[in-house]
T-cell receptor
């Protein structure tokens, strides 16, 4: 599975959009981009995933560049409860399915 | 009831003791995982199982063993606990579904609430 690179930390003002980048320059054609978050010491929570088209759900939007080498998770109106570590993961659609986590981005939402 | 249940939630044990952490799920998923998390760090994969007869080592399997007793149950054992196994342990489940293109895609993974293990 392709590796990902994320900034270690980011701040965002409450009520503003939080844009979390992820680089996955070695992604291959059948690999999906997944985002999870972990609030304090709770179990990670799934947010969204996509292949090449932009995706949106009730939690967030996922923007994948045309060359698929990077993506951005957007929380449109960040709240204090969105303070968490956000993990970007790339998984193959066929073959190895190890769900492994990197270090993620620590997002701090500031009042 | 939670989709993924871990027992116990907290445990303190002594060095050299054998301990088992249990995980059960009601999602009907074939895939189950065990992770550990050290303070301030990300999750590390210990073992994973794609079905009852398929168990695989993850990134850090030394010192651990697992048992998949049924589709719904996946246990993690520390045969002889040592202090550096003090950590937060998570169990997770996921499944596959086929897309219109014929590919298999991992469904979202569901995590338990974690077991905080302290080895003294």
């Amino acid at each position: 599975d392709a590796k990902t690179t994320q900034p270690p930390s980011m701040d965002c003002a409450e009520g503003r959009a939080a844009n979390l980048p992820c680089n996955h320059s070695t992604i291959s054609g059948n690999e999906y981009v997944y985002w999870y978050r972990q609030i304090h010491s709770q179990g990670p929570q799934y947010i969204i995933h996509g292949l090449k088209n932009n995706e949106t759900n009730e939690m967030a939007s996922l923007i994948i560049t045309e060359d698929r080498k990077s993506s951005t998770l957007i929380l449109p109106h960040a709240t204090l409860r969105d303070t968490a570590v956000y993990y970007c993961i790339v998984l193959s659609g066929a073959g190895s399915y190890q769900l492994t986590f990197g270090k993620g981005t620590k997002l701090s939402v500031i009042p | 009831d939670a989709d993924v249940t871990q027992t116990p939630r907290n445990r303190i044990t002594k060095t050299g003791k054998r301990i088992m952490l249990e995980c059960s799920q009601t999602k009907g998923h074939d895939r189950m995982y065990w992770y550990r998390q050290d303070p301030g760090l990300g999750l590390q994969l210990i073992y994973y199982s794609f079905d009852v007869k398929d168990i695989n080592k993850g990134e850090i399997s030394d010192g651990y063993s697992v048992s998949r007793q049924a589709q719904a149950k996946f246990s993690l054992s520390l045969e002889s606990a040592i202090p550096n196994q003090t950590a937060l342990y998570f169990c997770a489940t996921s499944d596959l579904h086929r897309t219109g293109t014929g590919w298999s895609v991992n469904t979202e993974a569901f995590f338990g609430q974690g077991t905080r293990l302290t080895v003294v």
